[in-house]
């Protein structure tokens, strides 16, 4: 064997050269920093918490969205039927679940409740998951790759179609929600005022998101996860298979969209085109960090709740959704790929 | 002997007749099933006023999908802001029709006139359209147009002195009549209009170069084809369709809200249709839209108590034609034909 | 061990291979050699499963792979070190071996495998927590034979390893082949460098146009004209 001097890679980075890298993600760093001061400033606490709240929302929303894009490059337009879903098991699990514990009296009874309900509705949605992945993309697949993101996209766009108007027949157009999960008063943090639900709600995003995340990094599925994301073929080369992974990646997204659907219930009520909002705001961040970038996902989560909230105390509630708009076609002109720049295969060429 | 000149001179006229209809886009046998289109509500049963509205509804979606499939089946651009665009035109030409905010001294302009205003405001907005999809391919340009859709669907929502808002404005009709049928004169024509003009363009050398640049842009680049000249054409002369189709709309119906006309569930309707029509045909959305309109109505009158069962098989019919057809009715027919053809060569 | 029998395979509509035949026996090195667009790549993907042939068949220890999925093919035993690499661009050198390993059951087999790699090849356990992606070409190579390995294959499949390398890096790849193959794993090698594979090789065939031409010992066909001319250039 041909024996060379190693050269360790030395490790004084040149931090002008690394900023002059990654200019887009320094430029948003500094924004968000005073965006965040300054809506501390307008707002207050309650403000800041709020973004807090609706950041890990989004961001769990979001994480699914780019991980089914960046394992499977599909473009998942039916992502916030998955959060109608689990909204819908959430009220149906919750409903009568609640009534029953409320007539034990036993209060940690009462307290479980809603973690059950999500836990269900998470359940269910990875089911769903398999479901539909069985259904539709594996034919697909099957029968051939070519213009699969567009082909995969309409599929979607058709799934989403589907599901909102199976449950308009099955459930009616009727709204079902809860006031609220835990019937305790809110809590101040900071002189705000912030209900146990949307903390439990967070903290269940926040949770969820952190699971993933070893999941992803320390076994040895999550491990093949992220190798089909690099590289089909390689992983297909070392034994991984392609099928059961896909199945497995898209159940894993649609049960995380479901928990955060039912998590959210005692704020979006269960109704057929509920997540469509959701939606909208999950591909605002993925969109923003680029498709298929998970880690990306988590932050943008932030970055989306910032914005929105800068957004309704500086410009008016009414342009909420014209604002997205004008941020997203300069960052797609600006930095198409996302601001955190995320090569994803196979994008490029669709 | 004699007669063969006469049946030869006929075959020419024949011919010529074909090809002139080629021209224009049509197979005989398109062209004759339009004249029948065009001449049954004048019979029973479908004189009847019901079925009448159900033909206006059929060509004004057929209509919308020959406009929709210009852009998503020649440079392979899903517009998700489809609806947006008609809804700009719905608006443009309604609020111009009602209350003319310029000329002051008349109640309101003509809305023959004011269609084509809300039509080039909507070929306005599609050509900004165009340039803001311009470097963008594929789910990126869809997602840019679904942004955008959704932002003019808030700005009609948000700019309540002209539009009311979500409450909805009325907008003068056409005509004041009872009578239907007249309506569906206006569609359908426009719908003629609007076929032809794009199946000319289509046609040209111009469509040559929607299909390379919806093929593989950097290699129609490199051979010369300007890809933000086509492109924001095409985007233009789509939005001044849907524009005006908006137009028919808003007279037509006399009532507009935001969310029955612009909402991405509207799009997503034109898009089923052009797809399990068949991309890239024009004509193939047009064939669907007439006999699905009927079912779905059909189904919506008699199964009333069943909410959305028509959007559930609009859905899944989508999605099977996508995973096992997704050459749509046109490549099947033109399928078929080959067969046809082929059989009958045999036998000769 | 490995048995071609009339296979015909290609892209869709461009058919690569005709009735290609060959044999490799256990613990032969071989060689399969031809000028550029011969389909010898096609041939090693064919028998990989990432094309599925148009026609004959493949056999591995007497059993037809031909319908098989790529996964299952590489969990029978055979690892296929493509022309790409397919290397996890964005992982850690450690990570992709391990994944080479993905197939393994038991831990304890995996790292005493990833043990002797290291072993084989010192510079990887040098860059073990370095991203794939930022390696050196042939560092890159030699992670791809390395992955390779790790499923404990008794077949592997070699695609143009010495493409793109310095000479003595050419030279440490093909020395890993030798290693690898006096422990006992069967070699199907693909080569430009037709000089330095016949000297390594047990046997070899010719391919051309799609088809085998030519067949035999590796020190016999250094001798042959046809070789001779076409590809050692005397």
């Not at chain 1, 979001?62 to 998942?76: C, K, R, S, W």
């Not at chain 2, 189709?245 to 119906?253: E, I, M, Q, T």
């Amino acid at each position: 064997m041909a024996k060379e001097t190693s050269t360790a890679p030395t490790t004084t980075v040149n931090f002008i050269t690394w900023i002059k890298d990654n200019l887009p993600v320094v430029i948003v760093t500094i924004f968000s920093i005073i965006l965040f001061i300054m809506i501390g400033f307008e707002g207050g606490p309650p403000q800041l918490l709020n973004v807090i709240v609706t950041g890990c929302m989004w961001a769990l929303l979001a994480t699914g969205l780019a991980l089914v894009f960046g394992v499977m490059n599909i473009p998942h337009f039916a992502h916030g039927e998955s959060f109608m879903v689990g909204a819908y098991i959430a009220y149906f699990t919750f409903t009568p679940l609640n009534k029953i514990f409320l007539a034990t009296g036993s209060k940690f009874l009462i307290y479980l409740g809603p973690f059950l309900a999500i836990i269900a509705a998470g359940l269910a949605g990875s089911v769903l998951g398999i479901i539909i992945e069985k259904l539709v993309f594996a034919p697909l697949r099957h029968r051939t790759k070519e213009g699969w993101i567009m082909n995969a996209f309409l599929l979607t766009v058709g799934m989403s179609f589907v599901l909102t108007n199976g449950t308009t027949l099955a459930m009616g157009p009727n709204f079902r929600g809860i006031p609220r999960y835990f019937d305790v008063p809110s809590v101040e943090i900071m002189g705000a005022f912030i209900a146990v639900d949307r903390i439990v709600a967070a903290i269940i995003s926040l949770v969820t998101i952190g699971l993933l995340w070893f999941f992803l990094r320390w076994t040895k599925l999550g491990r093949a996860i992220r190798a089909v994301s690099q590289d089909e073929t390689g992983a297909q080369l070392v034994g991984i298979n392609l099928d059961f992974i896909q199945t497995f990646t898209f159940s894993l997204a649609t049960g995380m969209a479901a928990i955060s659907g039912a998590s959210l219930l005692f704020m979006f009520q269960a109704y057929p085109t509920v997540g469509l909002t959701p939606l909208y705001f999950a591909w605002y961040v993925v969109m923003l960090v680029g498709l298929g970038n998970v880690a990306g996902a988590i932050v943008g989560g932030f970055l989306v709740a910032l914005l929105q909230s800068g957004t309704q105390l500086f410009i008016g509630l009414s342009w909420q959704s014209v604002v997205p708009t004008a941020i997203m076609v300069l960052v797609l002109m600006l930095a198409p790929s996302g601001i955190f720049g995320s090569e994803v295969k196979g994008v490029q060429e669709q | 002997m004699n007669s063969t000149p006469t049946i030869e001179a006929k075959g020419t006229i024949w011919q010529k007749f074909v090809s002139l209809l080629n021209k224009i886009g049509f197979s005989p046998l398109g062209f004759v099933l339009l004249i029948i289109l065009a001449l049954l509500p004048n019979f029973y049963p479908f004189s009847q006023e019901y079925i009448v509205r159900w033909m206006i509804m059929g060509a004004f979606l057929a209509a919308q999908s020959v406009a929709f499939d210009f852009t998503a089946g020649y440079i392979n651009i899903v517009n998700f802001g489809f609806a947006a665009l008609l809804g700009v035109g719905a608006y443009t030409s309604g609020i111009l029709a009602n209350t003319t905010p310029f000329l002051l001294y008349a109640p309101g302009l003509n809305p023959w006139l004011t269609i084509w205003l809300g039509a080039l405001m909507a070929a306005l907005v599609g050509f900004l359209l165009g340039i803001l999809t311009l470097r963008l391919r594929g789910i990126f340009a869809a997602v840019m147009a679904w942004f955008v859709g959704i932002a003019l669907m808030g700005l009609v929502n948000n700019l309540t002195d002209l539009t009311r808002g979500p409450l909805g404005m009325n907008p003068v009709k056409f005509i004041e009549t009872p009578n239907n049928l007249p309506y569906f004169y206006i569609i359908l024509s426009m719908m003629i209009v609007i076929y032809i003009t794009l199946k000319l363009v289509v046609g040209s050398n111009i469509g040559l170069a929607f299909k390379a640049i919806g093929q593989n842009p950097d290699a129609a680049r490199a051979s010369g084809i300007n890809p933000t000249k086509y492109l924001v054409f095409n985007f233009t002369l789509s939005a001044f369709f849907a524009g005006l189709l908006g137009g028919f709309y808003a007279h037509f119906f006399g009532s507009l809200t935001p969310s029955t006309l612009m909402h991405t569930s509207k799009t997503v309707e034109v898009l089923a249709i052009a797809y399990i029509g068949g991309r890239g045909s024009l004509w193939g959305g047009i064939t669907i839209a007439f006999p699905f309109v009927f079912f779905i109505e059909f189904l919506r009158s008699n199964l009333s108590s069943l909410p959305g069962l028509h959007l559930v098989i609009y859905g899944v019919l989508m999605i099977m034609i996508m995973i096992y057809y997704p050459s749509g009715f046109s490549g099947f027919y033109y399928w078929a034909v080959v067969k046809i053809k082929g059989l009958l060569n045999k036998t000769k | 061990m490995l048995e071609l029998k009339n296979l015909d395979s290609g892209y869709d509509f461009l058919q690569v291979l005709w009735e290609v035949s060959f044999t490799v026996e256990q613990g032969e090195f071989v060689a399969l050699i031809g000028p550029n667009g011969a389909g010898k790549s096609t041939t090693l993907r064919t028998i990989a499963g990432l094309i599925k042939p148009k026609g004959g068949d493949i056999l591995f220890n007497g059993e037809s792979i031909k319908a098989k999925a790529p996964h299952l093919i590489s969990r029978m035993g055979i690892s296929y070190v493509s022309e790409a690499l397919n290397l996890f661009t964005d992982m850690s050198v450690k990570e992709n071996l391990l994944l080479g390993a993905y197939a393994v059951k038991e831990k304890e087999t995996q790292l005493k495998t990833l043990d002797y790699v290291f072993e084989l090849f010192p510079r990887l356990q040098e860059r073990k927590d370095q991203l794939a992606g930022t390696m050196s070409g042939g560092e890159r190579k030699m992670l791809a034979i390395a992955r390779g390995m790790m499923s404990n294959p008794t077949l592997m499949l070699v695609d143009e390893p010495s493409l793109g390398l310095q000479p003595n890096l050419t030279y440490a790849v093909f020395e890993a082949l030798l290693k690898l193959r006096k422990q006992g794993v069967t070699i199907l090698l693909v080569e430009q460098n037709v000089n330095a594979t016949l000297d390594i090789t047990d046997r070899a065939y010719i391919l051309e146009q799609g088809k085998i031409v030519m067949s035999g010992p590796s020190h016999e066909m250094k001798a042959n004209d046809h070789v001779r001319n076409a590809y050692l250039g005397i």
